[in-house]
């Protein structure tokens, strides 16, 4: 199941990929002209940036860094998508997973288990549910590959506003507390030593910041003959 974001790439250049200009050149099909004509009932609420409300739609990231972000969900949005991020979040899917592709500038993003890119959980993949809400700083989105209904469980945060995103992708929340922890995401496509979701959880379920893992001295290795030594040698 390919989770890559070849389409996001298209997205950030200005050079087209042979799918993005071929999307770009095929005409509206009858089905595609009809979904453009129905009416969006959803509502667009405006983001809200206190922490203690609304508990049940805060996403908590605790990252290796030792920071937690806080994130708003907004179902009025994309109720499908925040759905689906709930429901892997209280599975534990996000614990322990990196930030897999981090391109300066651009976003961080991560949600696939095997750290390649290529990879998301077992549950079927999410029709789009994309909506005129800009992909300002902060923004949170669904990845996906180059089919629009190819969203699973990979999602990214946006660095510096990237409007050439909207309408394309589901933009589903938004960073309301910490974003100095999102810039401070180690950047590469990996990074060299990424930055790991150490837990996700909802705010409502009330986790505890998890304990931050031992770091690893760089050392020479102790033999038993270092052991046996006589002391001052």
Not at 75 to 80: G, H, L
Not at 101 to 112: E, H, K, L, P
Not at 170 to 183: E, K, L, P
């Given at each position: 199941m390919l989770k890559t974001s070849l389409a996001?790439?298209?997205?950030?250049?200005?050079?087209?990929?042979?799918?993005?200009?071929?999307?770009?050149?095929?005409?509206?099909?009858?089905?595609?002209?009809?979904?453009?004509?129905?009416?969006?009932?959803?509502?667009?609420?405006p983001v809200n940036f206190n922490v203690e409300e609304d508990l049940e739609n805060i996403l908590l990231?605790?990252?290796?860094?030792?920071?937690?972000?806080?994130?708003?969900?907004?179902?009025?949005?994309?109720?499908?998508h925040v759905e689906r991020i709930k429901t892997l979040t209280r599975q534990g899917f996000y614990d322990g997973i990196i930030f897999h592709r981090v391109i300066d500038g651009f976003m961080a993003q991560t949600g696939?288990?095997?750290?390649?890119?290529?990879?998301?959980?077992?549950?079927p993949d999410l029709a789009e549910e994309f909506n005129p809400m800009?992909?300002?700083?902060?923004?949170?989105?669904?990845a996906r590959a180059a089919s629009e209904d190819s969203a699973n469980s990979q999602f990214f945060i946006v660095f510096y506003p990237r409007f050439n995103l909207?309408?394309?992708?589901?933009?589903?929340?938004?960073?309301?507390?910490?974003?100095?922890?999102?810039?401070?995401?180690?950047?590469?496509?990996?990074?060299?030593?990424?930055?790991?979701?150490l837990q996700a959880s909802?705010?409502?379920d009330r986790k505890p910041v998890p304990a931050m893992p031992?770091?690893?001295?760089?050392?020479?290795?102790?033999t038993a003959d270092d052991l046996n030594a006589p002391l001052g040698n």
């Amino acid at each position: 199941m390919l989770k890559t974001s070849l389409a996001l790439a298209a997205a950030l250049t200005l050079a087209a990929t042979p799918f993005a200009a071929q999307a770009q050149d095929e005409p509206a099909t009858e089905e595609a002209a009809t979904q453009e004509t129905t009416a969006d009932t959803r509502v667009y609420s405006p983001v809200n940036f206190n922490v203690e409300e609304d508990l049940e739609n805060i996403l908590l990231l605790d990252l290796s860094n030792g920071q937690r972000v806080a994130i708003r969900l907004k179902p009025d949005w994309a109720p499908q998508h925040v759905e689906r991020i709930k429901t892997l979040t209280r599975q534990g899917f996000y614990d322990g997973i990196i930030f897999h592709r981090v391109i300066d500038g651009f976003m961080a993003q991560t949600g696939d288990p095997t750290g390649t890119g290529t990879g998301g959980s077992q549950l079927p993949d999410l029709a789009e549910e994309f909506n005129p809400m800009p992909h300002v700083r902060g923004t949170v989105s669904m990845a996906r590959a180059a089919s629009e209904d190819s969203a699973n469980s990979q999602f990214f945060i946006v660095f510096y506003p990237r409007f050439n995103l909207d309408t394309n992708y589901t933009n589903f929340g938004r960073v309301i507390s910490n974003m100095a922890a999102v810039d401070a995401i180690q950047r590469g496509e990996p990074p060299a030593n990424p930055t790991r979701i150490l837990q996700a959880s909802i705010a409502a379920d009330r986790k505890p910041v998890p304990a931050m893992p031992a770091p690893q001295v760089a050392g020479e290795e102790i033999t038993a003959d270092d052991l046996n030594a006589p002391l001052g040698n």
